[in-house]
Protein backbone atom coordinates (compact mmCIF):
# COMPACT_ATOMS: atom_id res chain seq x y z
CA UNK A 1 0.00 0.00 0.00
CA UNK A 2 2.85 2.02 0.82
CA UNK A 3 4.79 1.33 -2.63
CA UNK A 4 1.33 2.65 -4.34
CA UNK A 5 0.90 5.82 -2.40
CA UNK A 6 4.64 6.59 -3.01
CA UNK A 7 3.75 6.08 -6.62
CA UNK A 8 0.93 7.83 -6.96
CA UNK A 9 2.19 11.18 -5.30
CA UNK A 10 5.28 10.50 -7.81
CA UNK A 11 3.25 10.59 -10.32
CA UNK A 12 0.92 13.74 -9.30
CA UNK A 13 4.37 15.46 -8.71
CA UNK A 14 5.43 14.61 -11.87
CA UNK A 15 2.10 15.97 -13.75
CA UNK A 16 1.53 19.43 -11.51
CA UNK A 17 5.38 20.16 -12.51
CA UNK A 18 4.52 19.10 -16.44
CA UNK A 19 1.17 21.58 -16.67
CA UNK A 20 3.61 24.25 -14.43
CA UNK A 21 6.25 24.33 -17.21
CA UNK A 22 3.22 24.29 -19.89
CA UNK A 23 1.68 26.85 -18.38
CA UNK A 24 5.42 29.19 -17.91
CA UNK A 25 7.03 28.19 -21.51
CA UNK A 26 3.46 27.99 -23.33
CA UNK A 27 2.84 31.80 -22.82
CA UNK A 28 3.68 34.14 -25.77
CA UNK A 29 5.46 36.51 -23.08
CA UNK A 30 7.60 33.54 -22.18
CA UNK A 31 9.48 33.22 -26.12
CA UNK A 32 11.04 35.91 -27.50
CA UNK A 33 10.53 36.57 -31.03
CA UNK A 34 12.81 34.42 -33.44
CA UNK A 35 15.53 37.38 -34.19
CA UNK A 36 16.22 37.74 -30.57
CA UNK A 37 17.99 34.42 -30.60
CA UNK A 38 19.81 35.17 -33.94
CA UNK A 39 20.95 38.87 -32.23
CA UNK A 40 22.09 37.15 -29.48
CA UNK A 41 24.08 34.77 -31.20
CA UNK A 42 25.33 37.18 -33.64
CA UNK A 43 26.97 39.41 -30.40
CA UNK A 44 28.77 36.63 -29.40
CA UNK A 45 30.23 35.54 -32.42
CA UNK A 46 31.07 39.60 -33.23
CA UNK A 47 32.68 39.94 -29.76
CA UNK A 48 34.75 36.71 -30.29
CA UNK A 49 36.07 37.76 -33.62
CA UNK A 50 37.25 41.06 -32.23
CA UNK A 51 39.54 39.41 -30.19
CA UNK A 52 42.67 38.67 -31.03
CA UNK A 53 43.78 36.17 -28.78
CA UNK A 54 42.52 34.38 -25.76
CA UNK A 55 42.37 31.19 -23.72
CA UNK A 56 39.93 29.16 -21.47
CA UNK A 57 39.70 26.54 -19.66
CA UNK A 58 36.60 23.45 -20.53
CA UNK A 59 34.81 20.61 -19.31
CA UNK A 60 33.30 18.79 -22.25
CA UNK A 61 31.14 15.46 -21.81
CA UNK A 62 30.28 12.99 -25.06
CA UNK A 63 28.00 10.18 -25.16
CA UNK A 64 27.82 6.92 -27.33
CA UNK A 65 24.79 4.49 -27.86
CA UNK A 66 26.01 0.71 -27.30
CA UNK A 67 24.04 -1.72 -30.02
CA UNK A 68 22.35 -2.88 -26.62
CA UNK A 69 20.49 1.37 -26.85
CA UNK A 70 23.04 2.26 -23.75
CA UNK A 71 24.11 5.33 -23.22
CA UNK A 72 27.85 5.55 -22.02
CA UNK A 73 29.20 9.32 -21.31
CA UNK A 74 32.40 9.65 -21.46
CA UNK A 75 34.08 13.03 -19.67
CA UNK A 76 37.03 15.13 -20.40
CA UNK A 77 38.77 18.62 -18.93
CA UNK A 78 41.13 20.67 -21.38
CA UNK A 79 42.05 24.33 -22.13
CA UNK A 80 42.65 26.07 -25.43
CA UNK A 81 44.64 29.39 -26.28
CA UNK A 82 44.20 30.86 -29.50
CA UNK A 83 46.29 33.75 -31.00
CA UNK A 84 44.03 35.25 -34.52
CA UNK A 85 44.77 34.56 -37.36
CA UNK A 86 46.86 31.15 -37.57
CA UNK A 87 48.07 30.28 -34.05
CA UNK A 88 46.23 27.67 -31.71
CA UNK A 89 47.41 25.23 -28.63
CA UNK A 90 45.29 23.48 -27.25
CA UNK A 91 45.13 20.32 -23.94
CA UNK A 92 42.70 17.74 -23.56
CA UNK A 93 42.68 15.20 -21.24
CA UNK A 94 40.35 12.55 -19.75
CA UNK A 95 40.00 8.97 -17.98
CA UNK A 96 41.33 7.05 -21.63
CA UNK A 97 43.26 10.21 -23.01
CA UNK A 98 45.56 12.99 -22.78
CA UNK A 99 46.54 14.62 -26.09
CA UNK A 100 48.18 18.14 -26.55
CA UNK A 101 47.34 20.05 -29.76
CA UNK A 102 49.91 22.96 -31.39
CA UNK A 103 49.77 24.88 -34.42
CA UNK A 104 51.86 27.60 -35.47
CA UNK A 105 50.70 28.72 -39.13
CA UNK A 106 52.72 25.96 -40.89
CA UNK A 107 52.96 22.93 -39.17
CA UNK A 108 50.55 20.81 -37.27
CA UNK A 109 52.04 18.67 -34.66
CA UNK A 110 49.48 16.81 -32.02
CA UNK A 111 50.94 14.82 -28.72
CA UNK A 112 49.13 12.12 -26.64
CA UNK A 113 50.93 11.42 -23.88
CA UNK A 114 49.83 8.11 -23.05
CA UNK A 115 51.02 6.73 -26.21
CA UNK A 116 54.04 9.28 -25.78
CA UNK A 117 53.97 9.42 -29.70
CA UNK A 118 52.85 12.55 -31.86
CA UNK A 119 51.83 13.23 -35.66
CA UNK A 120 52.77 16.36 -37.55
CA UNK A 121 51.81 17.38 -40.86
CA UNK A 122 52.63 20.24 -42.66
CA UNK A 123 49.30 22.66 -42.65
CA UNK A 124 49.50 26.14 -43.94
CA UNK A 125 46.74 28.27 -43.87
CA UNK A 126 44.71 29.98 -40.84
CA UNK A 127 42.88 28.34 -37.78
CA UNK A 128 40.21 28.62 -39.64
CA UNK A 129 41.44 26.16 -42.43
CA UNK A 130 43.22 24.18 -39.84
CA UNK A 131 39.94 23.45 -38.62
CA UNK A 132 38.13 22.82 -41.96
CA UNK A 133 41.42 20.39 -42.93
CA UNK A 134 40.78 18.12 -39.79
CA UNK A 135 36.94 17.50 -40.35
CA UNK A 136 37.46 17.38 -43.94
CA UNK A 137 40.94 15.38 -44.43
CA UNK A 138 41.61 13.83 -41.32
CA UNK A 139 37.67 13.12 -40.22
CA UNK A 140 38.70 14.25 -36.71
CA UNK A 141 35.00 15.60 -34.84
CA UNK A 142 35.35 18.84 -33.32
CA UNK A 143 31.80 19.60 -32.22
CA UNK A 144 32.49 23.01 -30.82
CA UNK A 145 35.19 23.91 -33.44
CA UNK A 146 32.98 26.85 -34.99
CA UNK A 147 32.89 29.00 -31.93
CA UNK A 148 36.71 29.60 -32.36
CA UNK A 149 36.98 30.21 -36.50
CA UNK A 150 37.36 34.21 -36.93
CA UNK A 151 33.74 34.46 -38.14
CA UNK A 152 31.80 32.13 -36.31
CA UNK A 153 28.12 33.19 -36.57
CA UNK A 154 27.74 32.35 -40.50
CA UNK A 155 29.42 28.77 -39.43
CA UNK A 156 26.75 28.23 -36.77
CA UNK A 157 23.78 29.78 -38.67
CA UNK A 158 24.00 28.13 -42.31
CA UNK A 159 22.05 25.13 -41.68
CA UNK A 160 19.54 26.38 -38.64
CA UNK A 161 15.81 25.82 -39.15
CA UNK A 162 14.55 26.86 -36.34
CA UNK A 163 15.86 29.42 -33.58
CA UNK A 164 14.32 30.20 -30.18
CA UNK A 165 15.13 32.45 -27.04
CA UNK A 166 14.10 30.15 -24.36
CA UNK A 167 15.23 33.30 -21.07
CA UNK A 168 17.87 33.62 -18.98
CA UNK A 169 20.15 30.63 -17.02
CA UNK A 170 23.15 30.28 -14.57
CA UNK A 171 26.22 28.95 -15.63
CA UNK A 172 28.45 28.43 -12.70
CA UNK A 173 26.97 31.30 -11.08
CA UNK A 174 26.75 33.58 -14.51
CA UNK A 175 23.85 35.12 -15.84
CA UNK A 176 23.15 34.01 -19.62
CA UNK A 177 20.75 34.23 -22.19
CA UNK A 178 19.85 30.17 -23.10
CA UNK A 179 19.29 29.77 -26.80
CA UNK A 180 18.39 26.68 -28.67
CA UNK A 181 18.20 25.89 -32.54
CA UNK A 182 17.78 23.11 -34.76
CA UNK A 183 18.95 21.65 -37.57
CA UNK A 184 18.09 19.09 -40.00
CA UNK A 185 20.26 16.48 -38.27
CA UNK A 186 21.15 18.00 -34.61
CA UNK A 187 19.82 20.60 -32.10
CA UNK A 188 21.91 22.97 -30.06
CA UNK A 189 21.49 24.89 -27.39
CA UNK A 190 24.20 27.82 -26.33
CA UNK A 191 24.01 29.70 -23.06
CA UNK A 192 26.07 33.09 -23.75
CA UNK A 193 26.74 35.71 -20.87
CA UNK A 194 24.55 38.54 -20.27
CA UNK A 195 25.40 42.08 -20.27
CA UNK A 196 28.53 43.86 -22.55
CA UNK A 197 30.91 40.36 -22.28
CA UNK A 198 28.72 38.10 -24.68
CA UNK A 199 31.09 35.26 -24.09
CA UNK A 200 29.88 31.51 -24.12
CA UNK A 201 29.52 29.75 -21.29
CA UNK A 202 27.79 25.99 -22.38
CA UNK A 203 26.66 24.75 -25.76
CA UNK A 204 24.71 21.40 -26.11
CA UNK A 205 24.87 19.48 -29.63
CA UNK A 206 21.95 16.73 -29.60
CA UNK A 207 22.81 13.90 -32.56
CA UNK A 208 18.82 13.64 -33.99
CA UNK A 209 20.77 10.88 -36.75
CA UNK A 210 21.12 8.20 -33.98
CA UNK A 211 18.94 6.55 -31.76
CA UNK A 212 18.90 7.82 -28.20
CA UNK A 213 19.69 11.15 -29.60
CA UNK A 214 23.55 11.01 -27.72
CA UNK A 215 25.09 14.58 -26.81
CA UNK A 216 27.93 16.88 -26.85
CA UNK A 217 28.22 18.63 -23.88
CA UNK A 218 30.36 21.56 -23.34
CA UNK A 219 31.15 24.15 -20.23
CA UNK A 220 33.64 26.78 -20.34
CA UNK A 221 34.69 27.70 -16.86
CA UNK A 222 37.27 30.18 -17.22
CA UNK A 223 37.90 32.88 -19.95
CA UNK A 224 41.02 35.18 -20.35
CA UNK A 225 40.13 37.49 -23.18
CA UNK A 226 42.87 39.76 -22.19
CA UNK A 227 46.08 36.98 -22.78
CA UNK A 228 49.24 38.18 -24.70
CA UNK A 229 50.55 34.68 -25.78
CA UNK A 230 54.08 34.59 -26.78
CA UNK A 231 55.82 32.60 -30.13
CA UNK A 232 57.04 29.99 -27.36
CA UNK A 233 53.58 29.48 -26.97
CA UNK A 234 53.21 27.70 -29.91
CA UNK A 235 56.08 25.73 -30.11
CA UNK A 236 56.19 22.24 -30.26
CA UNK A 237 58.99 20.47 -28.44
CA UNK A 238 59.42 16.62 -29.50
CA UNK A 239 58.91 15.32 -25.63
CA UNK A 240 61.99 12.59 -25.01
CA UNK A 241 61.35 9.36 -26.21
CA UNK A 242 58.23 9.75 -28.02
CA UNK A 243 57.53 8.22 -31.25
CA UNK A 244 56.43 9.45 -34.29
CA UNK A 245 52.96 8.60 -36.09
CA UNK A 246 51.42 9.37 -39.82
CA UNK A 247 49.03 11.86 -40.28
CA UNK A 248 46.47 9.14 -40.53
CA UNK A 249 46.85 8.09 -37.19
CA UNK A 250 45.46 11.21 -35.94
CA UNK A 251 42.47 9.22 -35.07
CA UNK A 252 44.20 7.43 -32.87
CA UNK A 253 43.71 10.64 -30.54
CA UNK A 254 40.21 10.81 -29.86
CA UNK A 255 38.43 11.50 -27.02
CA UNK A 256 36.83 8.09 -26.68
CA UNK A 257 38.66 4.83 -25.43
CA UNK A 258 39.76 2.41 -28.23
CA UNK A 259 36.55 0.37 -28.78
CA UNK A 260 34.22 2.35 -27.43
CA UNK A 261 30.70 1.13 -27.89
CA UNK A 262 29.74 3.12 -30.65
CA UNK A 263 26.63 2.55 -32.39
Known sequence: MKRVLKSSTAAILSMSVGVLLLVTLGGRAAWAEERDAYTILKAMSDHLSQLEAFHLTFDSDIEVITPQLEKIQFTNSGELLLQRPNHLRGHRFGGFSDVELVFDGTTLSIFSKGLNAYAQAEMNGTVDELLEALRMGHAVALPAGDFVMS??????????????????????????????????????????????????RKAVITSKTLAGGPQYTLRIKQWDTSAQPTAAAFTFVIPDGA?????????????????????
Open 151 to 200: HPYQALVDDVLEAKYLGPGVIDGVRCDHLAFRNFDTDWQVWIEAGDQPLL
Open 243 to 263: SELGPDDFLKLDELPAGAPVK
